[in-house]
Nanobody
Framework: QVQLVESGGGLVQPGGSLRLSCAAS????????MGWYRQAPGKQRELVAV???????NFADSVKGRFTISRDDDKNMVYLQMNSLKPEDTAVYYC???????????????WGQGTQVTVSS
């Protein structure tokens, strides 16, 4: 069974940086897209950044120029480097993997449990 486990959240001051990591476990052959979403209190979950297996990326306008996303397909991991953090970046960040081919077959979409990022002085 494929699972996603995030790490790297925490409390950071405005202007600071954090790096989130997400590891997909299981006997995985390929993952079409891996990315990050976030959900702030009282708001809907929104896309932060996503990277396809061909390395194409998509970012929310609010994070362009501040966040970068990368993947290590040998390790089935995705990373989110967050720089110049702002209080409005405060949210629970969720890892997502879509289009997974593993030993059991095709999986459309799975989510991690989430990691809290708080930007505050």
């Amino acid at each position: 069974q494929v699972q996603l486990v995030e790490s790297g959240g925490g409390l950071v001051q405005p202007g600071g940086s954090l790096r989130l990591s997400c590891a997909a476990s299981g006997r995985i052959f390929s993952i079409a897209a891996m990315g990050w979403y976030r959900q702030a209190p009282g708001k809907q979950r929104e896309l932060v950044a996503v990277m396809s297996s061909t390395s194409s990326t998509n970012f929310a306008d609010s994070v362009k120029g501040r966040f970068t996303i990368s993947r290590d397909d040998d390790k089935n991991m995705v990373y989110l480097q967050m720089n110049s953090l702002k209080p409005e970046d405060t949210a629970v960040y969720y890892c997502n993997a879509a289009g997974i081919l593993d030993q059991t077959g095709w999986i459309d979409d799975i989510w991690g449990q989430g990691t809290q990022v708080t930007v505050s002085s």
